[in-house]
T-cell receptor, first 113, second 116 residues
Framework: DQQVKQNSPSLSVQEGRISILNCDYT??????FLWYKKYPAEGPTFLIS?????DKNEDGRFTVFLNKSAKHLSLHIVPSQPGDSAVYFC????????????FGTGTRLTIIP | DTGVSQDPRHKITKRGQNVTFRCDPI?????LYWYRQTLGQGPEFLTY????????KSRLLSDRFSAERPKGSFSTLEIQRTEQGDSAMYLC??????????????FGPGTRLTVT
């Protein structure tokens, strides 16, 4: 049972344009959501998070949007840069982040120069 | 602080052998997590500690797996009688926990295990 789903295995975006990565979840107990970026042979690197009491969180070029009624979140990267090419994982947890993370299967983002 | 560290980075072992991995978390973090990642999948939760107490174990953690965090600092993950299906990246993460504004888990570089 995949509680966190990333339905797009890959995404290619032109440098300078906006990258939008999507994530859906099924467990209503999730109340904290995170995005991680992963390069090959490295551990995931934390990017940005959002609590269920918010619908938007912004940090520089990265913005995460949360739609609780649709159980959907998205990560916007603008403008996209070549260094953004990596695998992006969506993760969810409960108890406002004090529990284990449940990850999606990831989306490989390729930024085309 | 240099972040979460894991040792070794790579381990190749023969089926049936025992292996042990070590994780050193960020020093002020009281929570420590172990995850496993296989190709094409996201990390999957194995177990976690708050200080030295092991609070939850996944059903993925068979009786061949054991984890310890004896003094609430570093942790070890041991796999006994390894099988080829144990081949994966083993990731350790730590977090501050509690009621602080930041609950994010910070990951180490992982230990890649190959069982031949």
């Amino acid at each position: 049972d995949q509680q966190v789903k990333q339905n797009s295995p890959s995404l290619s975006v032109q440098e300078g344009r906006i990258s939008i990565l999507n994530c859906d979840y099924t467990n209503s107990m999730f109340d904290y959501f995170l995005w991680y970026k992963k390069y090959p042979a490295e551990g995931p690197t934390f990017l940005i998070s959002i609590s269920s009491i918010k619908d938007k969180n912004e940090d520089g070029r990265f913005t995460v949007f949360l739609n609780k009624s649709a159980k959907h979140l998205s990560l916007h990267i603008v403008p996209s840069q070549p260094g953004d090419s990596a695998v992006y994982f969506c993760a969810a947890t409960s108890n406002f982040g004090n529990e284990k993370l449940t990850f999606g299967t990831g989306t490989r983002l390729t930024i085309i120069p | 602080d240099t972040g979460v560290s894991q040792d070794p980075r790579h381990k190749i072992t023969k089926r049936g052998q025992n292996v042990t991995f070590r994780c050193d978390p960020i020093s002020e973090h009281n929570r420590l997590y172990w995850y496993r990642q296989t190709l094409g999948q996201g990390p999957e939760f194995l177990t976690y500690f708050q200080n030295e107490a092991q609070l939850e174990k996944s059903r993925l953690l068979s009786d061949r797996f054991s984890a310890e965090r004896p003094k609430g600092s570093f942790s070890t993950l041991e796999i006994q009688r390894t099988e080829q299906g144990d081949s994966a990246m083993y990731l350790c993460a730590s977090s501050q926990g509690g009621s602080a504004p930041s609950y994010e888990q910070y990951f180490g570089p992982g230990t890649r295990l190959t069982v031949t």
